[in-house]
Every structure is written in structure tokens, then in C-alpha cells.
């Protein structure tokens, strides 16, 4: 939360500010944390730095609105009365100013302290009144930006190859010889990586009647090592090639009808005794003939211990979110060699590869126009239905720290801090877009005012629009509170893999 939320929203009310700055709006406070205040840190010109107590990111309070609602004319008056006043008792305070007659008059001081004119939000333009306010979502990409360069500078993985994991694996098959186990994971062939499985086949075809070397990363080792070479004949490379399509199951989800039945690596092949890679797409197949027999009896054909046995279980008519009318995880898998070499869909492997100054850049911004054009296509998916389980759960701060922390220890665990920084970087482009949204009391509800104020040729009344901005922050706070006890009790990361 610290590491993340906070810098984030810091970096966002920074915009803010400059903003404000550039199109001359007068800024009363630049805020870390939310009130009470704590203590002036510093005055910049007009502006006073505090620290507050509440550490949820950070405020700017420029003349002309407070905390919920703009002001009205009256009440922006009294605010640049008190500021001019406020300047004229540390004037009177200063006694060494006043003894060297550094400020000969307040128009002096003021101008020492860098207040030449004091402008409210409302008597900017209407473009500078939108400047300021879509500024701190302009500052959030902008240092999305900067954060996935220097990502990029560090070293980002790319995708080098593929990965084959075996799952079952007899004495019968052809690299049982060379020391493979189930529980491998096929890396390179003779020093080389291979790009599919398609593309593993047809390099050992390649090199029939010579000598293999296979790697493989085994993890009760949690190391790569190099298995016996071995020879491989016609035949053997025949057994490999059109093997049989499946659904294997990479995990059980407990008191389900799979628990106690099937086993992560098994591979279901059939349905009541059709194969599902002669019917069509396996997992299409399969998710269609669980809903079909949910609640009956349904005979799965599956390859244990590299043997075809029948597994009868009924899938959940009504089953929990998340966990599925038969409560097993999948992914596509493979049986060849007379079910003796089993194999789950091939996998990208990944190196860390560090990058030049302008290939970071372009990194940058392939990454910033990946994740826009995300952000734009999901209304189209979530309406379709096309989304991915979790992808549309709503997030409170709660969440982003729960996601933060795992994101942490997975950037510790593994060495790379490339994961955790660019977890940084889009929780900054996220709180960038949120604050677009045209909701009010967030800054694309102020910035919808602005556009009918110049529609209509003259801006709505300060009291009707501060009580909108009230409903619309009590609704914010209220949806807020919901999200955060969801978070509590459903913890977001239990969606992760």
C-alpha cells in the first residue's frame, strides 16, 4: 500500500498542482495524506505543504473549491481574504523583514512570496479549468510511462522458447531411457530451444538415428539438468507425432465431484466413451457434456498412470463461483506413444533481457498502448460475456495491497524486480482512468460540468453542483466501504494462479 497506492496518488495531485500552476489557478494546499493536519512541512508562493494524519495518498486545495464542492463567489472571496490576510500577519511576525525594509508594501511581500494575482478554479478558462482537473490522470500515465523505461532498462522477460511438461511418462516410452520422470518440464533439445510441441517433433524427426540431448527442469530439484543422450529411430519419432488431444487437469478443487476422482495431471480423453479430439475442440466438448449432465452421472475417460480408466462422477448443477461443475482447472493436453509419454500444452519460456535506451522507450510505449487498448476493449468483452473469470472484480485499496504484496514476494522470490515495478506502473494507470470516469466528485465528473457549462453558455450554480458532488462522494465512500469488506473476506488474490 505504501510502496504503491500512496507514490500513485502523490504523483497524481502533482499534476494537479503543476497544472494549476501553468494555467495561473492559485493553490491554497498541496496535502500528504487527508486531514487532520499534522504539520506545515513549507510555503511555496501561495502554497502551503502539510503533512496530514490519514496516509491514503494526497490533496490539492486550489482557491475556489474545498474538499467535497466548489465555492460560491462570496465564499471564495472570504478564502482570498484570509490568504492575503494570512500574508500580512507573517509580515508583521517577521520582524528582521520589517527592520531591513525588505517589503516596503503587501503588493512587495506578496510578490516576494510569489503571489502577483490570485485566480480561483472558476475564473480560469474553461480549457484550463479541464488542463487542471485531467492533469493528475496525465501525471499517472506519464510516470507509467517512465516506470515501464526504466523497467525496460533493467531487463524485462521475453519469450525464448517454449516449455513441455510432462505429466505422465511410462517405462515403455521413448525417453525413459534418457532418465526423464513425470514432473519434468522439456526446455531444449541438444542445447536449442523449440517454439511448440509441433516444433519439438519435427526437430527430433531431424535427427533420426542421432544422438539427443534433452534438458529439462525438474522442480523437486529446482534445476535444469541435462538428461542421458540418447538415439532415437524412425519408429520411435512416429509414436510421437498425431498424438491424441485432451483436457488435462492442472488442478482439484476440494469437496468437488473431481476430488478424490481425478489428479492434477491426469489427461480426460473421452466422454461415455467417445474421444473428445474426434468430436471437436476437447475443453469446448467437455464443458458442454458436464452442463449436460449436470446432475447425472457422467462417464469420463481418462489416462491414469499412462492407462485409459473410466471415472464416473455428476457434475454440480449449481456449483460455487469460480470452481466449475466438476472443480478441476485445465488446459489443453497431449497422450502419444501408446498413452506412454503424457504432456500438457506447451508453455513460453522466459528470459530476463535488458534493453538500450531507445529500445526501453519503445518498450514504454508498447506497453502503455498494450494497456490502453485493454482498458478500451473491456466494455466491449464485458458485455459479450468474453471476459476471464475474476477480470471484471472490483478492487478497493484492500485489494490493491493484497495484489501489491503478492506481486512483492513473487518479484523477491524470483529475482525480479521487473515484476513488482510494472505492478506499480499499472496501478497508476488505473488510478489515471478512475479518475476519468464521469462520476461526480471525481475529476471526470468535474471536468462533464466544465463541458455543459460551455454547451450551455454558462456554468452551472457552485450550491447545485457541490450537492451533486456530495451525493456522488457519499456514493464513492459507500461502494468503497463494500468493496473493502469483499476484499477482507474474499481476498483477491485467491483468483490468482
Known amino acids: 500500500f505504501a510502496v504503491v497506492l500512496i507514490p500513485a496518488v502523490i504523483i497524481h495531485e502533482l499534476g494537479h498542482f503543476l497544472a494549476a500552476k501553468a494555467v495561473g489557478i492559485t493553490v491554497l494546499e498541496f496535502g ?76 512587495e511581500e506578496l510578490a516576494a512570496r510569489g503571489i502577483h494575482n490570485t485566480k480561483s478554479v472558476n475564473e480560469a478558462s474553461p480549457m484550463g479549468r479541464i488542463l487542471f482537473m485531467s492533469a493528475g490522470a496525465l501525471a499517472n500515465f506519464l510516470s507509467a510511462f517512465a516506470i515501464f523505461v526504466f523497467a525496460g532498462s533493467l531487463g524485462v522477460p521475453e519469450i525464448v522458447g517454449a516449455r513441455l511438461g510432462v505429466t505422465q511418462i511410462s517405462l515403455n516410452a521413448v525417453f525413459s531411457e534418457a532418465g526423464m520422470q513425470g514432473g519434468d518440464i522439456i526446455e531444449q533439445i541438444n542445447g536449442e530451444y523449440f517454439t511448440s510441441d509441433t516444433d519439438f517433433i519435427a526437430r527430433l524427426s531431424e535427427l533420426t538415428e542421432q544422438q539427443v540431448v534433452i534438458t529439462v527442469f525438474r522442480s523437486e530439484l529446482d534445476e535444469s539438468i541435462t538428461l542421458e543422450p540418447i538415439t532415437l529411430s524412425t519408429e520411435d519419432i512416429e509414436q510421437l507425432t498425431a498424438p491424441r488431444a485432451g483436457v488435462m487437469v492442472v488442478g482439484v478443487s476440494a469437496n468437488t465431484p473431481a476430488d478424490g476422482n481425478l489428479f492434477a495431471g491426469d489427461l480426460i480423453v473421452g466422454v461415455n466413451g ?83 535506451v531507445g529500445e526501453s522507450i519503445d518498450y514504454g510505449i508498447d506497453r502503455i498502448a498494450e494497456i490502453f487498448q485493454l482498458i478500451a476493449e473491456f466494455p466491449s468483452r464485458l458485455v459479450q460475456g468474453t471476459t476471464e473469470p475474476g477480470e471484471n472484480r472490483l478492487v478497493s485499496i484492500v485489494g490493491v495491497s493484497q495484489l501489491g504484496s503478492r506481486f512483492l514476494q513473487d518479484s523477491i522470490e524470483e529475482n525480479e524486480p521487473v515484476v513488482f515495478i510494472e505492478y506499480i506502473a499499472l496501478i497508476s494507470i488505473a488510478l489515471g482512468f478512475t479518475n476519468l470516469l464521469p462520476i461526480p466528485a471525481l475529476d471526470g465528473g468535474r471536468i462533464l460540468f466544465v463541458l455543459i457549462e460551455i454547451l450551455r453558455g454558462k456554468p452551472i450554480s457552485p450550491e447545485r453542483e457541490g450537492i451533486i458532488h456530495f451525493v456522488g462522494l457519499i456514493f464513492l465512500l459507500s461502494i468503497g466501504v463494500i468493496f473493502i469488506f469483499n476484499d477482507i473476506l474474499n481476498p483477491v488474490t485467491n483468483l490468482l494462479p
Open 32 to 107: 500528504i495524506g487527508f486531514p487532520p493536519r499534522v504539520a506545515k512541512l513549507f510555503t511555496w508562493g501561495e502554497t502551503e505543504f502539510t503533512l496530514n494524519l490519514l496516509p491514503l495518498g494526497g490533496f490539492v486545495r486550489p482557491l475556489g473549491e474545498d474538499f467535497v464542492r466548489p465555492l460560491s463567489e462570496e465564499e471564495t472571496e472570504q478564502a482570498r481574504e484570509d490568504l492575503i490576510s494570512s500574508r500580512q500577519d507573517i509580515h508583521k511576525n517577521d520582524t528582521n523583514d520589517i527592520e531591513d525594509g525588505a517589503f516596503v508594501t503587501e503588493r
Open 274 to 356: 467417445e474421444f473428445l479430439d474426434e468430436l471437436g475442440d476437447p475443453i469446448s466438448i467437455l464443458q458442454d457434456e458436464t452442463l449436460s449432465f449436470a446432475g447425472q452421472d457422467l462417464v469420463l475417460n481418462v489416462i491414469q498412470d499412462n492407462e485409459i480408466v473410466d471415472v464416473v462422477l455428476s457434475p454440480q448443477a449449481n456449483p460455487p463461483p469460480g470452481v466449475g461443475r466438476v472443480g478441476i482447472s485445465i488446459r489443453e493436453g497431449f497422450a502419444g506413444g501408446d498413452n506412454d509419454f503424457v504432456y500438457i500444452e506447451p508453455l513460453p519460456l522466459f528470459e530476463t533481457v535488458s534493453k538500450n
